[in-house]
């Protein structure tokens, strides 16, 4: 995925989000967040194409590092933290009560000596720009029996995942390109949404056994918790 669209998006990202997904969005990262407190609760995390940083604050590890390319979205996530940033290396750290790291890197390409308890991507997969490079190097970072949670918007033959796409489609440029002037780039986004299959998904999952699937509510977002097998 072109990185520079959410570089140019990333100011406005929160609020454009809540408005084209009316909250949907929020309500999958609810239930996410649900379904990982049940595997497990705190270690090291790593939150893949963090964005603006809202996993990271609703999941609340102790130790996090967020992977993200886009240098806009980077600085909009540092501002939600409290504490004083020093670069180090390339890499952002915060230093507060909470070891936060920022990384501006993509998920085919980050290197960390650390392994994470749980490597979190939400709704992250479809802009890797090589899926099974992606997750071969996030399974290179997870310990023996820790866990890849994932959301993904997904192909789906249902009337109302067609309905959905129709409106990612169509109707958000439009409201994109009122409110933000970003017409052209939420075409693009757009077009993203229904570029994965869940099969797609499964088979780039090699040395994970799958420990929960389910579709959410509204069927284009599927949730898979994997544990790496040892
Ligand atoms: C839909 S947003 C992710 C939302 C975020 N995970 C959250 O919790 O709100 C997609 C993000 O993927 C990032 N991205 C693009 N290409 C990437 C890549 N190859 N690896 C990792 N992240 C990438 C974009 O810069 C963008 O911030």
Redesign the pocket.
């Known amino acids: 995925?072109?990185?520079k669209?959410?570089?140019k998006?990333?100011k406005k990202?929160?609020l454009a989000?809540k408005i084209v997904s009316f909250g949907i969005?929020e309500l999958w990262?609810w239930m996410f967040v649900k379904e990982i407190e049940k595997h497990i609760k705190n270690g090291v995390l790593i939150?893949?194409?963090?964005?603006?940083?809202?996993?990271a604050i609703?999941l609340d590890f102790d130790e996090m590092y967020l992977?993200?390319?886009?240098r806009e979205?980077n600085l909009i996530a540092k501002g939600k933290f409290n504490g004083k940033w020093k670069m180090e290396n390339g890499k952002w750290i915060l230093e507060g009560s909470k070891k936060i790291i920022i990384i501006e890197?993509?998920?085919?390409?980050?290197r960390l000596e650390k392994k994470a308890d749980l490597v979190?991507?939400?709704?992250?997969l479809?802009?890797?720009?090589?899926l099974a490079k992606?997750v071969e190097n996030i399974k290179n970072h997870i310990k023996p029996g820790g866990y890849f949670a994932i959301v993904e918007m997904v192909k789906s033959d249902s009337f109302l995942a067609k309905l959905i796409l129709l409106y990612m489609n169509k109707i958000v440029p439009l409201i994109a390109g009122v409110m933000l002037g970003m017409k052209k780039e939420y075409k693009l986004?757009g077009k993203s949404i229904d570029s994965l299959d869940e099969e797609d998904i499964l088979k780039s999952l090699k040395g994970f056994s799958i420990v929960k699937k389910q579709k959410l509510i509204f069927p284009i977002a599927t949730l898979i918790i994997a544990k790496r097998d040892d």
Do not use: H, K, Q, W
Not at 47 to 55: I, K, L, Y
Not at 105 to 110: G, L, P, Q, R, S
Not at 126 to 130: A, K, M, Q, S, V
């Open positions: 995925m072109d990185v669209i959410y570089d998006l990333a990202y929160d989000t969005e990262r939150d893949v194409a963090s964005a603006t940083g809202e996993m609703a992977i993200e390319p886009s979205m890197d993509t998920a085919e390409n980050f979190t991507a939400f709704m992250a479809r802009n890797f720009d090589d992606g986004l």
